[in-house]
């Protein structure tokens, strides 16, 4: 793991930990050795060594590798000579420190060598030592492996979480993309499709009909304007200098429905409820309709369009059946459309069917589920 300045909290417990070690070299040597009259340095080299390990100790997050090595510096031959009354918990704290930081086979090369040290030295104090303290090296070794399997542990676990917080961070990315792709799909489609729709039909009217080829212009106008203001709506979503636009709503449909109409498409509109919805339920609602109903207007008109949509009780009811020709089969593989509305229906966890009907025309039904604003689960 990439080293991490460490934080006030911890570098305080590490100092608390420094003091405690210290405190009990201190307190332990300066009873047992104070009476020492043969060797009267032992004492005062024992406190020295106690301190600097103590230091070193308590700063060991800001160099590991260099902490260890001058703790277990100080540690083996300090214990060798019975100055240093502790099993080697400084050096243990050391080794789990780097162990969290190093990167590959550095920590378990470190405790290998820290082993061999301990093992090495505990082999030289029974020899210059024979009665003496030699046997503080015993604990020592399970000591600094427990030291190395801890920290690999903790490590794992934090570079888990790292993953799976990045693998989180992904999902919201392709959440998004996907997000601004259906809505991407829906503003272009709906207004590309009137703008063709109309084009045709002021082409097929211009010199016999101008004035009807006109208003086909106007409207083309007018859908090409809202298309473009969607557009920079949705692009600005993704500018980080400015806020995103207010959202289409279910108030918005009564527009929709006059450009269908104008368009060729005579659409009978209900809306009822929908004033406790969530915006983006209600943007999600608004764009299955919008998606329906541009369908229409490409694939059915001239022809009539009926829209229903019901909220109530936690639920989104919707439905647009037209009596047009029929012609779209649902046996080929679903365009962008019917795919999109579909997604905006499994995100709410509703219901979606779309298909022509037995007695001509086509319907396309959606139910949406969501939380009522200010009100409980339904």
Known sequence: MPAVRPTLRQVAVDVV?????LAVDIGVGGNVLRDETHSPWRLPVSLAVAAVIAVALALRRYRPLGALVLIMTLSVPAAALGLLWDP????????????????????????????????AAGAAGAVLRPGGGWWWYAPALPLLAGAWRWGLSVRDRREQAIR???????????DERLRIARELHDVMTHGMGLIAVKAGIANHLARNRPEEALDALRV???????????TRRLLGVLREDTGPAPAPTLAGLAELAERASVAGADVELSVRGG??????????????VQEAVTNVVKHAAPARCRVSVLAEDGVVTIEVTDDGRGARSSAGPPGHGIVGMRERVTLYDGRFAAGPLPQGGFQVSATLRYRPVGGDAR
Do not use: W
């Open 220 to 230: 083309i106008e007018a859908t090409s304007k809202e298309a473009l203001a969607e």
């Open 17 to 21: 930990i420094a003091a405690t070690l």
């Open 88 to 119: 080697f918990v400084a050096a243990a704290c050391a080794l789990y420190t780097l162990t969290l930081s190093a990167q590959g086979g550095r920590a378990a090369r470190a405790t290998a060598c820290a082993a061999a040290a301990v093992a």
């Open 275 to 288: 004033n406790d919805l969530p915006e983006p339920v209600e943007l999600a609602a608004y764009r299955i």
């Open 164 to 174: 799976l917080e990045r693998q989180r961070d992904h999902q919201v990315l392709m």
